[in-house]
């Protein structure tokens, strides 16, 4: 094989590179950038001052990471703050959504099984 | 069920909180704190300036986001610069270790299948 075929170069990319990933609207206000591997998906999802998704569940796990800002976890029946540095896992099939607080929020959302819905270009959180 | 049985809140761990996941020192100077889930497991790895690991393999596929810090991610046969915010897929079975810059690095690691290695104290990458 040619070495430009075996480079790991292209399995590198950087969370604020915003040419980078699959583009995907959620919602009005949420915008995500999707990387899909084989076991795990990643999506860098940035959600404007104050807004938020739709409550949704999926048979996926998922795992959140709050890189910034600041924003109100909704999960299960619950409403969790959550600040930067924060992380949590999302059991598959738990309801679930976000309110970013008064400076917006970025998040880096973790997949496992890859969600199939997020493979390809579109709108929304998959379930419609 | 009762309320306590069925909360979240279990659920929401931070990056920087030391006292929270299973610990494991994978060589010198590089310390990880694990979270397992079901379907992918969470490694927060920090490497002492200048510290680094032992070039190893696993099946599972693993992601990486560099949290703070510089380091030369090595994978496959290639030395790659990396500084904070990027982010790297390592599929399986791919060699790979990290070398930290002069201010050390702090990784958030993501394998999917969980490794099973890594869900009991020890020492080691786990391959030993």
């Known amino acids: 094989m040619s070495e430009s075929r075996t480079s790991q170069k292209v399995e590198f990319h950087n969370l604020?590179?915003?040419?980078?990933?699959?583009?995907?609207?959620?919602?009005?206000g949420l915008t995500t950038r999707i990387?899909?591997?084989?076991?795990?998906?990643?999506?860098?999802?940035?959600i404007a001052p104050h807004a938020e998704g739709?409550?949704?569940?999926?048979?996926?796990e998922q795992w959140?990471?709050?890189?910034?800002?600041s924003a109100i976890r909704v999960q299960g029946d619950e409403e969790i703050p959550v600040r930067k540095g924060d992380?949590?896992?999302?059991?598959?099939?738990?309801?679930?959504?976000?309110?970013?607080?008064?400076?917006?929020?970025?998040?880096?959302?973790?997949?496992?099984?890859p969600r199939a819905e997020y493979r390809k270009p579109g709108r929304g959180f998959g379930d419609q």
């Not at 959140?64 to 800002?69: A, Q, R, T, Y």
Request: proline content about 9%; charged content about 20%; cysteine-free.
């Open 16 to 28: 604020d590179d915003a040419s980078d990933g699959l583009l995907r609207e959620l919602a009005p």
């Open 35 to 46: 990387f899909a591997g084989e076991r795990a998906m990643l999506s860098i999802v940035t």
């Open 54 to 60: 739709t409550l949704h569940h999926h048979p996926e």
């Open 64 to 69: 959140g990471v709050l890189l910034e800002g």
């Open 87 to 113: 992380f949590w896992r999302t059991p598959g099939g738990v309801p679930h959504t976000m309110r970013a607080g008064p400076e917006g929020a970025k998040v880096l959302d973790i997949f496992s099984p």
